[in-house]
Nanobody
């Protein structure tokens, strides 16, 4: 299984970006996937998860939208109204059976495969 994240870049505050994560090595349309991010000097943190339903970190709720195109085996993260504090390396992740329980969805340990990360930099 391989996850390839892309779409990062340098933008100004208020701009939008869409990240993509292409999954290869199988069909995972029914498997939960998520996005995490890691800012310099900080721990990796949960951003969003899709598993039929979607779940978001409070810091991005209303601005970010996670989605997937199962025909393309691709996960997306649409990021609107970007802020400087959104600057981080963004990682996509895949949860395979046995799937994580609800209480662990926001933890890195809930995911089994990770992409390499894509840098998002938001200038003020």
């Amino acid at each position: 299984v391989q996850l390839q994240a892309s779409g990062g870049g340098l933008v100004q505050a208020g701009d939008s970006l869409r990240l993509s994560c292409a999954v290869s090595g199988g069909t995972f349309s029914r498997y939960p996937m998520g996005w995490f991010r890691q800012a310099p000097g900080k721990e990796r943190e949960f951003v969003a998860r899709i598993a039929g339903v979607t779940t978001y970190a409070d810091s991005v709720k209303g601005r970010f939208t996670i989605s997937r195109d199962n025909a393309k085996n691709t996960l997306y993260l649409q990021m609107n109204s970007l802020k400087p504090e959104d600057t981080a390396v963004y990682y996509c992740a895949l949860d395979v059976p046995p799937f994580a329980i609800l209480s662990s969805w926001r933890r890195q340990t809930a995911y089994d495969y990770w992409g390499q990360g894509t840098q998002v930099t938001v200038s003020s």
